[in-house]
C-alpha cells in the first residue's frame, strides 16, 4: 500500500501551475457523446478521474486517443449503445452524465447508479425530475438507472434542490430535445458555464449559465469542437490555503481570480495577504492566523469542496472558529483525522466548532475522501514532525502531480510503499 509522508513545518515558496477543473473535464468528456464529430479537449488534468471517465468512453465505442500534455481527442461517432454497465461506471460519481448524454444521443440509458464519495445520502430525485419532464420515463431496479422516450421535448422545469449534477445532467439531455428548454435554480458553479461553452462551441444553443436561469433551444446536430477547460478552482484554492498554513508565500498560476474571490475573502479575514494578478494569485502569511466563521453554500458562496481545507486554518486560528457545512448532510469525516493531530474541533451536525491550537503535531492519518484527503495533507505540511496518509487513492482522484507540485514550492512529501496490513 502506498502512503504519502510529509515532514511539516516548512513554509513553503515558490511558484505553483493549476491544471484544468476535475469537476468540468468530467462534464465535458461525457458530453462529447453528443458530438457529430470529432472533439478536441485540452488543459484536462492528469488525474485517475478523467482516466476512468474516458476508458468508460472508450468502453461504450468511442475512439480516444491521448495526445499528451492534457489533450485528448474523443471520436464518438462509433457508439452504438446505451448501457454503460462497466466496473468502472459504479465507482465513479460522475458517470451519472452518462445518463443524461446517452438519452441525449439515444432517447434511452441505462446506467447504474453512481457511487463516489460519501457524504451522507446522494439522491438523483432532481436528475430524474428534469429527464422525465424532457419526456423519458425514469426507472430504478437492481441498482441500475434507466430512461427510455420516444423522443425528447423541450420543457420548463424548476429544481427544487440547486444541484450542479442536475443542472448539468439536464442540460445534456435538452441540448438536442425539440424546442425550447428552460432550467429555473439552476447551479452557477464555474463548471456549469464551462459546460455551457463547450456544448455552444459544437453548435448547442445555452444561455444563461452562470445565473439561476438556463435557456436551451434544442438542436438537431451537434457538429466537433477544440476547447480548452478552464483552470481548476478547488486545486488553486487548496493551495491558497497550504500557503497560508505554512507561513508560506506562493504564487498560484494559471488561475481565474474571480472564481477565487470566496476564498480569498476569507484568507484575509484570517490574516493572510492575497494578490491579485490578470492569471495568478500571490498568497503570503507573515503573522499568525484570527479566528473567522465560514459556511459553505452554492456557488457564489464558499464552495463546500474547499470545506475540509479551510477547516485546517481554522483549526490553527486563535480562538474559536464555527464552520458550517451549507451543501451536504455531512461532509466533516477528516475532523477526526485533524484530531489525531492535535486539533480541537466538535461537531454538532453541520456544524463543527474549532478551538484553535498553536501547532499541529505529525501523526498516522487517513484520507477520508478527496477534499479530506487535501486537508490532511496541507495539515501534515503545516505540523511539527512527521505524518504518513494512507488511502491516498481519494487525494489522486482529483489533484494532479500534488507531490512534484508541492515539493517544488519546498514541501517535504514522499511516496513511499508499506506492506499491506
Ligand atoms: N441533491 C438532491 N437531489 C438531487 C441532487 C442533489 O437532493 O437530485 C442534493 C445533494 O444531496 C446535496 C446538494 O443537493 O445536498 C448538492 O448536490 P449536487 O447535486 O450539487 O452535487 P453533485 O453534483 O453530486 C458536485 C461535485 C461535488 C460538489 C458538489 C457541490 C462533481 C463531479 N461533483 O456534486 O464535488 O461537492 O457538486 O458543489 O462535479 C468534489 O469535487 O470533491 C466533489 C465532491
Not at 469542496?305 to 457545512?325: H, K, N, R, Y
Request: one cysteine or more; charged letters at 20%; hydrophobic letters at 45%.
Amino acid at each position: 500500500m502506498d502512503k504519502f509522508v510529509i515532514t511539516g513545518g516548512t513554509p513553503i515558496k515558490g511558484r505553483i501551475f493549476v491544471g484544468g477543473a476535475k469537476n468540468a473535464a468530467v462534464a465535458i468528456i461525457p458530453a462529447v457523446i453528443l458530438a457529430g464529430d470529432v472533439c478536441r479537449i485540452e488543459n484536462l488534468p492528469d488525474i485517475s478521474d478523467v482516466v476512468v471517465i474516458s476508458a468508460i468512453l472508450e468502453e461504450l465505442g468511442a475512439v480516444v486517443k491521448n495526445l499528451g500534455g492534457g489533450v485528448v481527442e474523443i471520436d464518438p461517432r462509433p457508439i452504438n449503445n446505451y448501457v454503460a454497465d462497466h466496473e468502472l461506471v459504479k465507482n465513479m460519481r460522475a458517470s451519472y452524465y452518462l445518463l443524461g448524454a446517452l438519452l441525449g444521443r439515444f432517447s434511452k440509458a441505462r446506467v447504474p447508479l453512481p457511487g463516489g464519495c460519501y457524504f451522507g445520502v446522494r439522491p438523483i430525485d432532481q436528475h430524474l425530475k428534469g429527464f422525465e419532464a424532457l419526456g423519458a420515463t425514469p426507472k430504478v431496479e437492481n441498482g441500475m438507472v434507466s430512461l427510455n422516450a420516444e423522443s425528447l421535448t423541450g420543457s420548463h422545469i424548476y429544481l427544487d434542490v440547486v444541484s450542479v449534477g442536475a443542472t448539468i445532467n439536464i442540460m445534456l439531455a435538452a441540448v438536442k430535445a425539440r424546442g425550447l428548454t428552460i432550467i429555473e435554480n439552476v447551479a452557477r458553479e464555474p463548471h456549469i458555464v464551462d459546460l455551457a461553452n463547450f456544448l455552444n462551441s459544437m453548435g448547442a444553443d445555452i444561455m444563461g449559465a452562470g445565473t439561476d436561469t438556463i435557456k436551451i433551444r434544442g438542436v438537431e446536430k451537434l457538429g466537433g469542437t477544440t476547447y480548452s477547460v478552464i483552470p481548476d478552482q478547488i486545486e488553486a484554492g487548496s493551495y491558497m490555503v497550504a500557503a497560508a498554513a505554512t507561513g508560506g508565500d506562493v504564487i498560484i498560476d494559471n488561475v481565474i481570480p474571480k472564481h477565487l474571490e470566496t476564498i480569498t475573502a476569507k484568507l484575509v479575514e484570517m490574516g493572510c495577504t492575497v494578490e491579485e494578478m490578470d492569471d495568478a494569485v500571490r498568497v503570503t502569511r507573515d503573522k499568525p492566523l484570527t479566528r473567522c466563521n465560514v459556511k459553505t453554500m452554492p456557488h457564489p458562496g464558499f464552495p463546500t469542496d474547499m470545506q475540509p481545507q479551510i477547516g485546517v486554518l481554522l483549526a490553527m486560528a486563535e480562538g474559536t472558529s464555527i464552520l458550517t457545512e451549507g451543501v451536504w448532510d455531512s461532509r466533516f469525516q477528516y475532523v477526526g483525522e485533524l484530531c489525531k493531530m492535535g486539533a480541537q474541533v466538535s461537531v454538532d451536525g453541520k456544524a463543527a466548532i474549532f478551538e484553535g491550537v498553536k501547532q499541529l503535531t505529525g501523526a498516522p492519518v487517513k484520507a477520508t475522501d478527496l477534499r479530506g484527503g487535501a486537508a490532511v495533507v496541507i495539515a501534515a505540511m503545516a505540523a511539527q514532525g512527521e505524518s504518513t496518509i494512507e488511502d491516498i487513492y481519494h487525494i489522486e482522484r482529483g489533484y494532479e502531480k500534488i507531490i512534484e507540485k508541492l515539493c517544488s514550492v519546498g514541501a517535504k512529501i514522499e511516496r513511499r510503499s508499506f506492506p499491506d496490513r
